[in-house]
């Protein structure tokens, strides 16, 4: 899988939107974008994922640039319970390798 | 909402004791997952089979583990003997194998060993 990289960190206030980015820019034509979070203590929690074009669903947005290099995921309304961490994944499926790779994410706090 | 399933939620046992973990995949789901998560490593991912099969079990220490599916409704996680350094949220994901699949994370089982 390609590696992808994130901001350790960041802060974002509640109510507003909150952009999340990352860089996969060894991507390869046929692997997909995938967001998960984890909010403590839970299993990591799908949110979207995308190939090339946009996507959007009923917790986020993901842009993902024409080139593919880099992608932002877009939460458009931060609430307090959006406070977690964000790993964004870049997954390949092919020769029947379906796993998620994780790294260390984002963690993102939402503030009052 | 379907969901995963995973027994026991939290588990405490002695170093040397045998641990089964189990995990119930989301119904018509044919690949099924298991990672580990410790704060000095991250989220690895143990082993995952496709169908009941195995299909990659390199993340997992041969010795001590080993993962089964007994039939399509059951995955189990076994370490025996466990020792501290096993001490972890171990989490079961299932998905269905296609590209651009999603996969669903249980809960997780909270695991210390003393």
């Known amino acids: 899988d390609a590696k992808t990289t994130q901001p350790t960190s960041m802060d974002c206030a509640e109510g507003r939107a909150a952009n999340l980015p990352c860089n996969h820019s060894?991507?390869?034509?046929?692997?997909?974008v995938y967001w998960y979070r984890q909010i403590h203590s839970q299993g990591p929690q799908y949110i979207i994922h995308?190939?090339?074009n946009n996507e959007t669903n009923e917790m986020a947005s993901l842009i993902i640039t024409e080139d593919r290099k880099s992608s932002t995921l877009i939460l458009p309304h931060a609430t307090l319970r959006d406070t977690a961490v964000y790993y964004c994944i870049v997954r390949s499926f092919s020769q029947g390798d379906y796993k998620l790779s994780f790294g260390a994410g984002t963690t993102v706090t939402v503030r009052a | 909402d379907a969901r995963v399933t995973q027994t026991p939620r939290h588990k405490v046992t002695e170093m040397g004791q045998e641990v089964t973990m189990r995990c119930q995949p989301i119904?018509?789901?044919?690949?099924v997952f298991w990672y580990r998560q410790t704060m000095m490593q991250g989220l690895e991912l143990l082993a995952y089979f496709r169908n009941r099969a195995p299909l990659d079990d390199s993340g997992m220490p041969k010795d001590r583990f080993s993962a089964e599916m007994p039939d399509a409704t059951l995955a189990t996680l076994k370490i025996q003997p466990s020792e501290p350094r096993d001490s972890a949220v171990y989490f079961c994901?299932?998905?269905?194998?296609?590209?651009?699949?999603?996969?669903?994370f249980g809960p997780g089982t909270r695991l210390t060993v003393l």
């Open positions: 995308g190939l090339k």
């Open positions: 119904l018509g789901h044919n690949t």
């Open positions: 994901a299932s998905g269905s194998w296609r590209p651009g699949d999603t996969q669903y």
């Open positions: 060894t991507i390869s034509g046929n692997e997909y």
